[in-house]
């Protein structure tokens, strides 16, 4: 069954002091682009496996890169969806995670302490900002 990562744009972004809140719609279409990159050179997707509780999937995966605020309007690029969050990113993320089907594995990329515990509770696995970070830049 196809995997869904659902990536905290806004927590990825600010988890290195790059200068991102110059241009934080800058930034996001940056993750954006290596985001794209890595699923493109990566077949089967980000990490797997029993380091990762929850996330069983193997072969194709969806990424979306949830983004919210001054990062709004990104637009989505093959191999990955760009979803704008009209209020609250975490609360979007969550909402993915709880509509996804019966049985789809999902993934969450995060280092916020209270929406790794929302999505955990929905029986999504859940991995820090370097999982993505160190793979696609």
């Known amino acids: 069954m196809e995997g869904l ?39 089967g997707g ?14 194709p995966l969806e990424l979306v890169l949830v983004v919210e605020g001054a990062a709004r309007g990104v637009a989505s690029v093959e191999g990955v969806r760009v979803e704008s969050a009209s209020g609250s990113g975490d609360d979007h993320i969550v909402e993915l995670a709880a509509g996804r089907a019966p049985g789809r594995p999902c993934l969450v990329v995060t280092a916020d302490r209270g929406l790794r515990a929302r999505v955990a509770a929905l029986g999504a696995g859940v991995v820090g900002p370097r999982a993505v970070r ?4």
Do not use: C, K, M, T
């Open 134 to 137: 160190g793979r696609a830049g």
């Open 46 to 59: 980000l990490p797997q496996g029993p380091g990762v509780p929850g996330w069983a999937a193997r072969g």
């Open 5 to 43: 990562v659902l990536v905290d744009a806004a927590n990825v972004i600010g988890s290195v002091p790059d200068g991102w809140w110059r241009d934080r719609r800058g930034a996001a279409e940056r993750l954006r682009d290596r985001l794209a990159a890595l699923v493109q050179g990566h077949q």
